[in-house]
């Protein structure tokens, strides 16, 4: 079993270890496992019933997770995104008045899109369109909307009475926790120490619970009734495929799809130094989308937390795979994984965003044609908490940008029609 491992995912040419990328598929799962919740939370609002929406969470995560590490062999995972499922929800289903099942059709119209594109030259098309300086943008907004996130997880940044932002209470355990923990991750992580993210988790969720932030008698039952995820699984309806409102809901999803995950693969293979990964993994990220829709969730990203695991040394399918099967056994331990607080996770979110930062040096900056649509990207995605919005403020603004210094002929004819389709996407007011 050992050798097949080693042979089909390749663990030698990778330079890993099947225990560096299991460490790592468990940090991935441990960053990303709030989405259980959250994404149900979400998800019931749209009408779907709590415990199914848990369920249907959960197996979408499987899924998805595992068509990445068999199929492209990369160390991403596959959830639910943070932003598009609120998209869903609220846009798709409460401002345009589609039913949840409709919903759910809309998010499969837009996956068998995807798919197609991730298997024809469409997709290295859509890839070469992006300048660098837009992608290396994309991977430093990320970090700081990693950042931002950690920051609010862990209490030391907080909604501003008179402010959008302001610094939390330092005084309190939440904040106290998070500031020991922070020490002892950059402390781990500097000295290089294995396993050092899991390590982290662990020893900062003790401290938690030392300092009262954890309560052990809040961890409430045991495993969900998996009866109750019949009504949602294939719950898909295509009643309104042919009228305005669904047609427009499938244009804005896809396009926020489209160059969210583009981008978000992108970064995560430049990680790994892996680019040649991209078209495989964007297929399996296509498979998924449409697969979300069957299985009753809002669609799947490579979401920005798997830079974790791959931080953590994960290169290969196996990570990915790991993070998957946990996912599985989430169902029986939803109870014991909620009790790991936000503290425990902020410093890995935090060294993250230091480690994708970095990228901020590949951008000419000295150019401003190239450095301005690329800034556009670093500051949007964390001030406006969307990925998506943030990619199409500089997708938008290149082109004008070299318009106006008369550089038309350095925008390619793909990145016009991008950025006319991102512009269509704001003015019609459903991204």
Known sequence: MLQWLKGYFDLPGHETTLKREMTAGLISFFTI??????????????GIPMEAAIIGTIVTCVIGCLLMGFWANAPIILVPGMGINAMFTYTLVHS?????????????????????????????????????????GIT??????????????GGLIMKGDNSLLMLGDVTSPMVITTILSIIIAVFLFMRNVP???????????VIASLLGVVSFQEMGGGALPLESYVSLFGAVSFAKIGELAF???????????LFENIGLINGHLNMTKRPEKFK??????????LTSGITGSSPTVSTVESAAGIAAGGRTGITAIVTGSLFVLSIFAIPFIKI???????????????????????????????????????????????????????????????????????VSAPLYVIAGLFFLTFLTNVH
């Open 140 to 153: 430093v907004g990320l970090g700081l909307f990693l950042t931002l996130i950690g920051l609010e997880k």
């Open 247 to 257: 047609l427009v809901a499938v244009f804005s999803l896809t396009m926020v799809l």
């Open 340 to 410: 790991i607080p936000g503290s425990a996770i902020a410093p890995i979110l935090i060294i993250i965003g230091v480690l994708m930062l970095q990228s901020v040096k590949q951008i000419d900056f000295q150019d401003l044609s190239e450095g301005f649509p690329a800034f556009l990207i670093i500051v949007m995605i964390p001030f406006s908490y969307s990925i998506a919005d943030g990619i199409a403020f500089g997708f938008i603004a290149y082109p004008l940008v070299k318009l106006a210094l008369g550089k038309a002929k350095e």
């Open 195 to 205: 396993a050092n993210f899991l390590i982290s988790i662990v020893a900062s969720t």
């Open 280 to 289: 495989r993994s964007f297929q399996a990220n296509g498979i998924s989308i």
């Open 96 to 136: 345009m008045g589609l039913s949840w099942q409709e919903a759910l059709g809309v998010v499969v119209v837009s996956g068998v899109i995807i798919t197609i594109v991730s298997f024809t030259r469409l997709s290295q098309i859509l890839l070469e369109a992006i300048p660098t300086s837009l992608k290396h």
């Open 33 to 46: 496992v709030y989405i259980i919740a959250v994404n149900a939370t979400i998800l019931a609002e749209a």
